[in-house]
């Protein structure tokens, strides 16, 4: 495992992290995330040594890295790094001698091993290209089979999909998973949520220096208030539990979802336009750019808010406590409180 452990670092006096802990654990993708400026790519060059902290330390398998030119040899091979220019990292003229430049000036060259990462990355038979006759993406691969061929631990990959299409992206996408399933630790820096999500396991947000965000899961309204990349409508899922209050406004959609949820729309008199799969429904609808209330079952919380991770859609979760007078009329009045004056409204712009 690589830990950060309260890393402070500066660049003349500005503060760029301020006391950041992560880890990454072998046989997983952590996917770090922020906007440009934010400090990632200086965090990432921490992992391997390329920058020192001013305070706090970086542990590598339980032992605290030291920066002598001799232990930072054994940690570059440890831990890969991947820059996110190639330019930045291949330093021969054609394919071949820049795979083999690493583990030849290591003493561990395996020209079979070599040969079988340059086959899984298609790059079988680019040996005599030169590296200034390839695409960008081709470049990636070079640099990427450069760093594989260290067989390196843990790979550390800063922006890879930049300059990239989507072929490339897709193929990008196939390499890490695969090196995960090697049993590699792995933590990417990306500006492109669905290619994160298509290969996190778990997501770091930092911002202002600091980790703000950590877990294994990221949705793509979160995402787009921290500065990175979505394709997403301009349509919207307003959550409600079903004990909540609920809110003025217009929406083009109301949704159900749950039978303490149906119980509490009829007490209130609101017929729901989507009341079977109201979930996925509801999501497709936003997808489409409309604005939709779903009203859930507090019980099923949870599961809405996980499964709309997986939707370029917003969720916004809408919970006020029902007030005395409010709950009478939910349970006494059958709709005649501001729910219902809210549907009247909603289905005047129909």
């Not at 072998?26 to 990432?44: D, P, Q, W, Y």
């Not at 979930?279 to 996980?306: H, K, N, P, T």
Request: hydrophobic share 40%; glycine share 10%; with cysteine.
């Amino acid at each position: 495992m690589i830990e950060l452990r309260d890393v402070w670092f500066s660049y003349n006096d500005r503060e760029v992290l301020k006391g950041v802990s992560m880890e990454v654990r072998k046989e997983e993708v952590v996917i770090l995330l922020g906007r440009n400026g934010a400090g990632k790519s200086t965090l990432l060059m921490h992992l391997n040594g390329l920058l020192r902290p001013e305070k706090g330390e970086v542990i590598v398998n339980g032992n605290p890295v030291r920066y002598d030119r001799k232990s930072l040899t054994k940690l570059r091979r440890l831990v890969g790094f991947v820059f996110q220019n190639p330019d930045d990292q291949i330093v021969a003229p054609t394919v071949w001698q820049d795979v083999v430049f690493g583990p030849e000036n290591t003493g561990t060259r395996d020209d079979e091993k070599i040969r079988e990462i340059l086959r899984n990355l298609g790059l079988e038979g680019y040996e005599n290209r030169l590296c200034n006759s390839l695409s960008g993406g081709e470049k990636k691969r070079v640099a990427i089979a450069g760093v594989l061929a260290m067989e390196p631990e843990y790979v550390v990959m800063d922006e890879p999909t930049a300059g990239v299409d989507g072929v490339g992206m897709k193929e990008i996408a196939f390499i890490v998973r695969e090196l995960r399933e090697e049993g590699k630790g792995m933590i990417i820096s990306t500006h492109d949520l669905d290619f994160a999500k298509a290969v996190g396991d778990r997501f770091l947000i930092l911002d202002g220096g600091m980790i703000i965000y950590n877990d294994a899961w990221i949705d793509y309204s979160l995402a787009e208030r921290c500065g990175i990349r979505t394709w997403m409508s301009e349509g919207e899922v307003v959550l409600v539990p079903h004990d909540s209050c609920l809110p003025d406004g217009d929406f083009d959609f109301v949704a159900v979802m749950g039978r303490s949820a149906k119980e509490r729309l009829e007490k209130e008199g609101i017929e729901p336009d989507i009341n079977t799969a109201g979930m996925e429904r509801a999501f497709l609808r936003a997808i489409g750019g409309a604005r939709v209330m779903l009203v859930c079952s507090r019980s099923m919380m949870d599961v809405v808010r996980r499964e709309a991770a997986t939707y370029p859609v917003r969720l916004r979760l809408y919970e006020r406590e029902v007030d005395e007078y409010e709950r009478e009329g939910v349970h006494n009045r059958g709709g005649s409180g501001r729910s219902g004056a809210h549907h009247a409204e909603r289905t005047e712009g129909h």
